[in-house]
Antibody, heavy 119, light 107 residues
Framework: EVQLVESGGGLVQSGGSLRLSCAASGFTFSSYWMHWVRQAPGKGLVWVSRINSDGSSPTYADSVKGRFTISRDNAKNTLYLQMNSLRADDTAVYYC????????????WGQGTLVTVSS | EIVLTQSPATLSLSPGDRATLSCRTS??????LAWYQQKPGQTPRLLIY???NRATGIPARFSASGAGTDFTLTISSLEPEDTALYYC?????????FGPGTKVEIK
């Protein structure tokens, strides 16, 4: 069974940092592009970042560029999101998800981890 | 970026009713549109991809159609477990973008 399990969320002050992790199992992690998508409380889904299968090509939404860094460890089947200079509007549930190719469909999704930034 | 609009915002129907959800994109996305279901307190799940293809394990009562800028998700006969938010998403242009969602409530 394909599983994606996020961790690392929590409460952090504005300007602070947090690192999220996503542990993958049940599939060949190194063959997939991986993504982070977030959902602010009561709001819709917003794509945040993606990384290619070997980790050499990260891409970011304009709203997080320069502050967030996506990375992966294929030996550990784990995806990361380093979040720096956090702002109140970064408050959201962060989901990791995968695609077969750069622009594929998101399937499946992890259960999410909540990041709360206090101002 | 491509903007997606969904209507109606909320749909309140009875079990067995037919639900029709609409998604419009600000520019053509061809058939590069998906639908996701998010039940209360749960994670999003892929329902439909490439505008009209059901994802693995999705019941046949879910169907979808459309191309270009106008798309429709139909639930032929609502079940109580279909209570959820339904989001459309395009991948024709970068970045991928989602609609604001349609909430389906079962009376």
């Amino acid at each position: 069974e394909v599983q994606l399990v996020e961790s690392g969320g929590g409460l952090v002050q504005s300007g602070g940092s947090l690192r999220l992790s996503c542990a993958a199992s049940g599939f060949t992690f190194s063959s997939y592009w991986m993504h982070w998508v977030r959902q602010a409380p009561g709001k819709g889904l917003v794509w945040v970042s993606r990384i290619n299968s070997d980790g050499s090509s990260p891409t970011y939404a304009d709203s997080v560029k320069g502050r967030f860094t996506i990375s992966r460890d294929n030996a550990k089947n784990t995806l990361y999101l380093q979040m720096n200079s956090l702002r109140a509007d970064d408050t959201a549930v962060y989901y990791c998800t995968r695609t077969m190719n750069p622009g594929g469909w998101f399937d499946p999704w992890g259960q999410g981890t909540l990041v709360t930034v206090s101002s | 970026e491509i903007v997606l609009t969904q209507s109606p915002a909320t749909l309140s129907l009875s079990p067995g009713d037919r639900a029709t959800l609409s998604c419009r994109t600000s520019q053509s996305v061809g058939s590069y549109l998906a639908w996701y279901q998010q039940k209360p307190g749960q994670t999003p799940r892929l329902l439909i991809y490439d505008a009209s293809n059901r994802a693995t394990g999705i019941p046949a009562r879910f169907s979808a159609s459309g191309a270009g800028t106008d798309f429709t998700l139909t639930i032929s006969s609502l079940e109580p477990e279909d209570t959820a938010l339904y989001y459309c998403q395009q991948r024709n242009d970068w970045p991928p973008t989602f609609g604001p969602g349609t909430k389906v409530e079962i009376k």
